[in-house]
């Protein structure tokens, strides 16, 4: 307990990342998407653009416009609205995934993907750093360039901030890809409704999210405020 107590905005980070490993990797082997990006839908717009495919041109724009949504709306929330945005966060990540897993085979499998791309994105959003340290919980390329640089840095310098970055990026990196390890088994084992396996991480990262706002009312009772 009292690691957790000591560690807890690392194992959130953690958890979250394990979250984004998922999602993605969820995403693309129950529905043939990597719903964690835009990088790679864009390059497919253009593709379609240049072939003339009109309707799949169209459901690019569709996720655009959904990706870019959910940042929007997490942006607009932590700046205008007092709501936990990261309690929501995890709640629109476990709506994501039913509605996903929900949604009919019938239907196009590229807007079966639509609900994750709004998570995904609002996640990014109420979950992009761990301490002084800038890290994105839904993509390994930034996190990539980080732990190179800081063990870099580290080997050379011998500063302690960079040794505990170097660590923080590793162990980030590691839960992304466990994440996604998990996302792809639970696909293998039910297909789409393998989505409900994300459950087990999101109910520990509420957990912790439930501690933390616990030692915050905790502290604040001791103060007297």
């Keep these: 307990m009292d690691t957790l107590q000591k560690h807890r ?3 959130l980070h953690y958890l979250m990342t394990f979250m984004g490993g998922f999602m993605g990797l969820y995403a693309i082997c129950a529905h043939g998407s990597y719903g964690s990006a835009q990088t790679g839908n864009l390059m497919n717009l253009l593709i379609d653009l240049s072939d003339g495919n009109g309707f799949s041109a169209m459901t690019r724009i569709g996720a655009f416009v959904i990706f870019s949504s ?3 709306v997490s942006w607009l929330m932590h700046e205008f609205c007092s709501l936990p945005m990261r309690e929501l966060c995890i709640l629109v990540d476990a709506a ?3 509605l996903s897993a929900w949604l009919p085979e019938e239907l196009f499998a590229f807007f079966r993907v639509y609900p994750l ?10 979950f ?12 390994l390329t930034g996190n990539l360039k980080n732990c190179i640089t800081r ?3 580290y080997i050379f310098y011998k500063d302690a901030q960079d040794l505990t970055g170097a660590c923080i990026y590793t162990l980030t990196i590691t839960s992304y890809l466990l994440g996604g390890s998990l996302g792809c088994a639970a696909v293998g084992t039910h297909g789409a409704g393998g989505a409900y396996w994300a459950f087990a991480p999101l109910a520990a990262a509420a957990w912790v999210l439930w501690q ?7 502290t604040e009772q001791t103060l007297g405020v």
Excluded: C, D
């Design 96 to 98: 994501a995934l039913m």
């Design 9 to 11: 905005e690392e194992i």
């Design 212 to 218: 933390e706002r616990r030692a915050e009312q905790k």
């Design 70 to 72: 959910g940042i929007a």
């Design 151 to 153: 063990w870099l840095k």
């Design 128 to 139: 992009n750093h761990v301490g002084r340290y800038p890290s994105a919980t839904l993509f």
């Design 117 to 126: 791309f709004f998570a995904t994105s609002f996640q990014w959003g109420s």
